[in-house]
Structure formats: structure tokens, C-alpha cells
């Protein structure tokens, strides 16, 4: 009996063990499982919000929220049968539009965007129902588990500024957007480099949050004496500011310091989490990245808009023949020569080219048409590149490739000395390179009646006289001499009005003298008249009326207006002084471009060559600011709809180049809308008249900024996203 009764509790003991074991079998089972589904859903999540992100656009509103909203919805259905209903709540893009769904299998969605008012951002929330089959026996019949992901687009991702090493020259620089550098950051000269947020006041939301990234460890961020004037476009000196976080270091990561250089902006600390904040640790910075976008002359789409080529791209090594434009060299190139439409600009073609230089041309307009512009450098005394000083330079979505190493000097913007292709837009000096001519244009005829180099501080102007056949300069006439100068000089000059038969006037002989002045001429403007009055000439028919200026102490760039008040209509000009080797200073007309229409409303500002009204030097491109719009083709444009490679890409050079690009001068006007990728050495001087308005991406580049000048770089519009990809931020 007494083994009996062992029997029976060991039968008791082993069914209580073997329930624990399958019990404990059944957790182990769940929980295996439950991991398993929060790994599914965590990678469901993170599609969800990527592929949702790519459609991301310009500005957020009532319209485009529920379009991000609706994306994300309708890549869920491709992985998850939808049941309904789905719905988007009433909501703004500030606080934000909330999207939710149901799909098989107990799975619910909900989508918010923008996510924390950030326009390039976007949650996907995802929560799965799992039934427990054993769940009486653990007193719950169900569980759940929720995944979410956050995703940025690929212009959230692209900073404003990347460089390897980064020089802030002078003044305060003003960015909108982020900041990258591998390099610490160089101040200079009391120089504050400011990464502002772009907030879009309309949808209260943000399209970057002004952040600052800096590989190298111990990054000073405010130096002796310097401080940052929050939110203000100037103030601040010897600082790197922010409206957003600042982070330095892959090995010793550490911010700046809150309120003081970084989250200088409550609106944007608000949704900004600040990196450094206690009980964070903060996150190394990683290396900038040194990838390039695709070569444009490998995309077949650029090389389809290549003339004079035979349909093959261009080559690097290739030299080419002379451009010649009125007998005046102004490239070397495989292009046509470019032709004067009814507006008087000269359209260039999409080819390859040498080098360009459109100051010489006699009206000083010029159009690139768009397409792929290819510059190897060729051509012009091992020099390449192109010179845009003295020239109004317009664009219909272009892209420019620069590649060669041997070009213009980064001093004078002449062959030599500089190493490399070249950009070039200087507004201190106009072009010097030997075999500039000075061209003026017959306003009779049309034709061009000058065409030589002339001796340094020498100008020579020629007109014919028209009918009648012989006119008579009357005692008592008064000349008038007009003199406007761009570099900030006088000019001591003597000044020779005469007439002469030789054609054109190519030396002072043969001639006949009118009246002279010895004078100190006014700067920057005024009126000079004749000491004395000249006796009674009579100009024979045919003849030339010349304007002699010589003895100047600073030759450059100076135009002269000369008046006859008793032959206006024939004896009204302006002209130019190009001697060789000058370094003098340009006026207005060194620009790329005219006013964009969204800096400067239109009208009273008046777009530029009629009845196209282009404003912007542009890239191809999907969007441009608000009144811009006729330089952004668009839909029509050469670069393929959705092809990365060429959209938003204004300016490229290849690794291994080692060209200069630069923006600098007072008088300098650009604005560029498109983003920059130069893999050498970048100076861009901010003088409040010059903007890029994408991002610029250089090896080495050192930035400065005149005073009161505003954002020099960065906006929602340009920015190439060739580069980068639509990222996971949470």
C-alpha cells in the first residue's frame, strides 16, 4: 500500500513538472516569437518611412501633407493586405497631419507628418496584435507589439556646407542649413560662421535645423572675445554659431555650449534634441563623406545635349579650335559660334570647350542654352577654364564640368599660375589675359568698328559720322565728359577728343585735334568741361570722331560716357577700358544673372532677356522660388525627370582636379541656383548681392562676408541629392 501510494504522487509530481515544462515551453515559444514579430515589423516600419520620405517635397500644406501621408499608406498595402477604413485626421503641418490604417493579421498604422514640425521627416507607427493560444492558462489571450521608425528625405540630409577643411575668412557668414567639415573649423579675423535654421513660417515647420558637424575633436567653438547674436544675421564675431546642436569629434565627441554657440533658437531647440544633454552621450561625428556625384559626361542624357561632337562625349585631353566672334577669339571650343539674338545676347551651346570668356564680347551679354557645358582647359596658353568678370551671363539649366589641371591664375583670371580649370567670377579686376580686344560697335552701322589690344591706359573710341557730308563744330560747343569708375579711384588722365580719315582709329595719326582736357577726373562720377572753347572745325563725311584717354595712374575698368551737345544722337556712347594687364575694378554688369524676381519683386525689377525673362543662373531643375520660375525648365528640361545624376547639379569637378572656383569681389552679382561639387579649392566672398541658392561642396574652402550681407548659401531649392539618401533618424 505504501508503494502504491508513492506511485500515485509520483504520477501527481511527474504531470505538475511535465505542465510547468510545456508552460515553460510555451513562454520560451512566445517569446521567440514575439521577437521574431518585432523584428518583421521593425523592417515593415522602416520601408514604410523611407519610401515615404522620398516623397518629400518643397513646403508643406493642407495639399502635400496627405500626399506623404497616402505614400506611406499605399506601400504598406504592397506588403500587408489593407481591410480599412483608412483616414487622415484634421491636423497642420506644425502639429502634425495623422494618417492611421488597418491591415490582416491585426496590424494598425499611423502616420504623422511632419514629424515634430520637421518638413523632411516623417513617423510610421506600427502595432501588431498577437493571439496567445494558451493564453487562459496565463490569464491573457493576446499581446501586442509596436515599432516605429522616423525617416528624413534626401534634402534634410544634404548640408548646406561640406568641406574637408573650412576657412571663415571674415564678417559674419550667414548659411542656411547645416554644416559639415572634417577639419576644425578656422576663424579668422574675428569671423562668425552662422548655420541658421530654415523655418517655413507659413507651415510653421522646419527644413533644416541649422545643425554644425565637425569631425575632428576639440572644436573651439566660441574664441576669445567672441560671442553669437542668436538669431540674427549679424552681431556675432569669432564664434561657430547655431540655431541648432553643434557636435565635434569622432573620438571625444563634445557639443557647444546651449544658448551660448549652439540651440540659439527656441523654436527650433523645441524639436531639436540637444546631443550633449544630461544622461546623453553624444554621438561621434562621422567622416565627411568625399564621394562625388555621377561624371556628367558619362550620363547619357548630358551628352545628348552636346553640339558639334558627333554624338560622343567630350574628352579630357582634347584641344580645340577657336570660337571666333567678330573676328575676336572668345573660347576654344567644338560648339558653333554663338550668334546675337533680337535682345542682343549671344547664345552658347551645350559642347566642350577649352575655355569661355564672354567679357569679350562687345555687348557684354551672353546665354548658355541649356545643357552640359564640358571645359578641359584647352587652348588658351595651357590655360582653361571659364573667366565671367565683366560679363552678364544668364543660364536656361545648365551643368558646367570643369576638369583639367593646368588654367587660369587665381589672381588675375590669365592663363598660368593658378593650376587647374578654372570658374571665376571676380569683381576686382577685368579680364587681363594677352589678346583681350576691346571691341565697340558702330551705332550706325551695327558693325564693330574697333578691334585691337590696346597699349595699357589707352582707350581708344571711333564712331562714323553720318550725313550730312561735312559738319561744322561751332564755337562756343561744349563737350562733356562723364566719367563713371567701379574701383573706388581717381583716374588722372588726358583726355583727346579728335577726328581722324584713317580707319578705324588704330593710331593717332592723320588726325585733326577737336579739344583736350588735362584734368583730375571726379570719382565715381561728375562732369568735366572744356577750359576752352575750340575754333570752327568742319568733319569731313566718313570720318571718324575718336576719344583718347591716356596717362591713367590705375588703368582698369573704366567707362566713359561722351556727350556733344550739338550731335547727341551721334556722338552718345559708353565703352570701356581693357589694357592688358589691368586689375581694376567692375561694375554691375560683373554678374551671373540679373536679380532673381523672388529677392526683387518683378516688376519694378525687370526680368532679363525678353520675352524669356530669365533671372537665375540655373541647373536643371524640378523647383525655383516664387517668381523664378522661367529658368527652372522643369518637365521640359534636358535632365531626365527623376535622374539624380543631373538634376539640381550646377557645377561639378571630378576627383584628381585640382581648378580653382571662386566668387569674390564687391561688385560681384550671382545668383546660383543649383548646388556646387568641387573637389579642389573654393573662395566665395559674401557681399550681399551673391547667393547659392543650394549647397556647396568643396575640398578646401575659405568663406568671408561683407557686413549686413544675409544668407550667402543654402535653400530649399537647388540642393543636389545625388549623394545622399533618404535616412533612418529614429
Known amino acids: 500500500m505504501k508503494t502504491g501510494r508513492q506511485s500515485g504522487q509520483v504520477m501527481v509530481l511527474v504531470a505538475v513538472a511535465l505542465l510547468a515544462l510545456i508552460g515553460s515551453a510555451a513562454l520560451i515559444l512566445l517569446a521567440g516569437s514575439v521577437e521574431w514579430q518585432k523584428n518583421q515589423l521593425q523592417e515593415l516600419a522602416d520601408s514604410t518611412a523611407l519610401d515615404s520620405a522620398l516623397t518629400i517635397g518643397i513646403g ?29 485626421a484634421a491636423g497642420t503641418c506644425a502639429t502634425p497631419y495623422k494618417g492611421t490604417d488597418f491591415f490582416a493579421g491585426g496590424l494598425s498604422a499611423t502616420y504623422n507628418y511632419p514629424y515634430r514640425a520637421h518638413q523632411q521627416q516623417v513617423e510610421v507607427i506600427l502595432t501588431l496584435a498577437l493571439p496567445i493560444s494558451f493564453g487562459a492558462e496565463l490569464g491573457t489571450t493576446s499581446t501586442t507589439v509596436t515599432r516605429r521608425a522616423v525617416a528624413e528625405a534626401q ?23 547645416d554644416v559639415l567639415a572634417q577639419n576644425a573649423i578656422t576663424l579668422a579675423s574675428s569671423c562668425a560662421l552662422y548655420a541658421h535654421a530654415r523655418f517655413d513660417a507659413a507651415s510653421g515647420t522646419y527644413s533644416s535645423l541649422g545643425n554644425v558637424r565637425v569631425y575632428a575633436d576639440a572644436q573651439s567653438w566660441v574664441g576669445g572675445g567672441g560671442a553669437c547674436a542668436a538669431g540674427l544675421s549679424s552681431g556675432s564675431s569669432n564664434a561657430a554659431c547655431a540655431d541648432g546642436s553643434e557636435v565635434s569629434g569622432h573620438v571625444t565627441p563634445a557639443c557647444g555650449t546651449t544658448g551660448t554657440s549652439q540651440l540659439l533658437s527656441a523654436g527650433d531647440a523645441a524639436i531639436n534634441p540637444d546631443p550633449c544633454a544630461a544622461g546623453v552621450a553624444p554621438q561621434p561625428v562621422f567622416a565627411r563623406g568625399t564621394g562625388l556625384p555621377p561624371d556628367p559626361n558619362t550620363d547619357a542624357a548630358a551628352v545628348a545635349t552636346l553640339q558639334g561632337t558627333g554624338g560622343a562625349a567630350c574628352s579630357a585631353g582634347g584641344a580645340y579650335p577657336n570660337i571666333v566672334v567678330g573676328g575676336v577669339t572668345v573660347g576654344t571650343g567644338l560648339a558653333p559660334a554663338p550668334v546675337k539674338d533680337a535682345s542682343g545676347y549671344y547664345h552658347f551651346k ?46 536656361r539649366d545648365v551643368t558646367l564640368e570643369f576638369v583639367n ?22 569683381g576686382t579686376n577685368d579680364c587681363a589675359a594677352p589678346g583681350c580686344h576691346l571691341q565697340t560697335t558702330d551705332p550706325n552701322t551695327g558693325q564693330q568698328s574697333v578691334k585691337f589690344n590696346p597699349p595699357p591706359d589707352t582707350f581708344i573710341f571711333s564712331e562714323t559720322v553720318s550725313a550730312p557730308g561735312s559738319q561744322t563744330v561751332p564755337i562756343g560747343t561744349t563737350y562733356s565728359l562723364t566719367y563713371h569708375t567701379n574701383g573706388g579711384r581717381t583716374i588722372n588722365a588726358t583726355v583727346t577728343v579728335y577726328y581722324s580719315l584713317v580707319t578705324p582709329c588704330l593710331a593717332p595719326t592723320g588726325l585733326t585735334n577737336l579739344v583736350s582736357w588735362a584734368v583730375a577726373l571726379p570719382d565715381p562720377g561728375g562732369t568735366v568741361t572744356s577750359p576752352a572753347s575750340p575754333a570752327p572745325i568742319t568733319i569731313p563725311a566718313g570720318a571718324y570722331l575718336c576719344l583718347d584717354v591716356a596717362g591713367s595712374t590705375s588703368a582698369g575698368n573704366e567707362n566713359f560716357l561722351f556727350n556733344d551737345t550739338n550731335h547727341a544722337g551721334i556722338l552718345t556712347t559708353t565703352a570701356s577700358i581693357l589694357p592688358s594687364g589691368s586689375a581694376a575694378g567692375c561694375g554691375a554688369t560683373c554678374q551671373l544673372g540679373s536679380t532673381p524676381c523672388s529677392i526683387s519683386v518683378c516688376p519694378p525689377n525687370a526680368g532679363a532677356d525678353s520675352p524669356n525673362n530669365l533671372t537665375w543662373f540655373a541647373a536643371p531643375c524640378s523647383a525655383a522660388p516664387t517668381g523664378d520660375s522661367a529658368s527652372c525648365l522643369g518637365g521640359i528640361s534636358w535632365c531626365p525627370a527623376g535622374d539624380r545624376a543631373c538634376s539640381n547639379l550646377l557645377i561639378y569637378q571630378p576627383a584628381g582636379a585640382t581648378g580653382q572656383m571662386a566668387l569674390t569681389g564687391t561688385a560681384v552679382r550671382a545668383w546660383l541656383l543649383g548646388t556646387i561639387d568641387w573637389s579642389g579649392t573654393c573662395t566665395y566672398a559674401i557681399n550681399g548681392t551673391s547667393t547659392i541658392d543650394g549647397a556647396l561642396a568643396c575640398a578646401t574652402l575659405s568663406i568671408s562676408a561683407a557686413a549686413g550681407a544675409g544668407i550667402g548659401v543654402g535653400s530649399d531649392y537647388g540642393i543636389s541629392t545625388a549623394t545622399v539618401e533618404a535616412i533612418l533618424i529614429e
Open 405 to 426: 589641371q593646368a588654367g587660369f591664375s587665381s589672381a588675375t583670371c590669365t592663363p598660368g599660375g593658378g593650376g587647374g580649370s578654372t570658374f571665376w567670377l571676380q
Open 350 to 395: 551645350p559642347s566642350c570647350y577649352g575655355y569661355l570668356n564672354p567679357s569679350l564680347l562687345d555687348s557684354k551679354l551672353a546665354v548658355l542654352d541649356a545643357g552640359f557645358f564640358y571645359f578641359n582647359g584647352s587652348g588658351f596658353a595651357g590655360g582653361g577654364g571659364i573667366c565671367l568678370n565683366s560679363s552678364t551671363l544668364l543660364g
Open 60 to 88: 508643406c500644406d493642407s495639399t502635400k501633407a496627405p500626399l506623404v501621408i497616402k505614400e506611406a499608406d499605399d506601400f504598406l498595402a504592397t506588403r500587408r493586405t489593407k481591410l480599412g477604413p483608412y483616414g487622415v
Open 155 to 177: 534634402p534634410g540630409s544634404m548640408p548646406a556646407i561640406s568641406a574637408t577643411s573650412l576657412t571663415c575668412g571674415g564678417g559674419q557668414v550667414n548659411v542656411g542649413g
